[in-house]
């Protein structure tokens, strides 16, 4: 009996330690962009310039520089559309004239990431929504 045990956890540990191997084998893919503005990732500002952005995880993006250092990671989390795009796509959110990198999506996945919100972004948004509401209720009084 102990010997069965022994012999099912060995080979347990050779199927995980072989699906790692295999995981880890997978090269991460790269989209490389020119981005012709400032532009937020999490609460760090970026200038406009040559950027790449690799997935090394699942629900986890690296943003490098053009010398390929890491400037910015951030946690995402899935995002699905009916229709894959065609080419590799960066969506910004703009809120009070800031362009923050909100979503990434790879070409011929119909799967995109979006990416966490800072805390920096939530009082912006926050920010706006309530001027935007005093303004509708001075608009509405006599």
């Known amino acids: 009996m102990k010997l069965l045990g022994r012999t099912l956890t060995s080979l347990l540990l050779f199927v995980v330690y072989q699906a790692g191997m295999a ?17 937020n990732v999490g609460d760090k500002t970026f200038p406009a310039g040559d950027y790449s952005l690799t997935q090394p995880m699942q629900h986890f993006l690296v943003l490098r520089d053009q010398r390929g250092h890491t400037v910015a990671s951030s946690f995402t989390s899935g995002v699905d559309v009916s229709a894959p795009v065609s080419a590799p796509t960066l969506r910004f959110s703009s809120v009070g004239g800031t362009h923050t990198l909100s979503e990434v999506w790879q070409a011929g996945d119909p799967s995109g990431q979006r990416l966490m919100e800072s805390s920096k972004q939530r009082s912006m948004v926050a920010n706006r929504r309530s001027a935007e509401a005093r303004e509708a209720a001075e608009g509405s009084q006599p």
Do not use: G, L, M
Request: glycine residues 0%; neutral net charge.
């Open 23 to 39: 995981y880890a084998q997978t090269p991460a893919s790269v989209i490389r962009v020119n981005i012709p503005f400032e532009f």
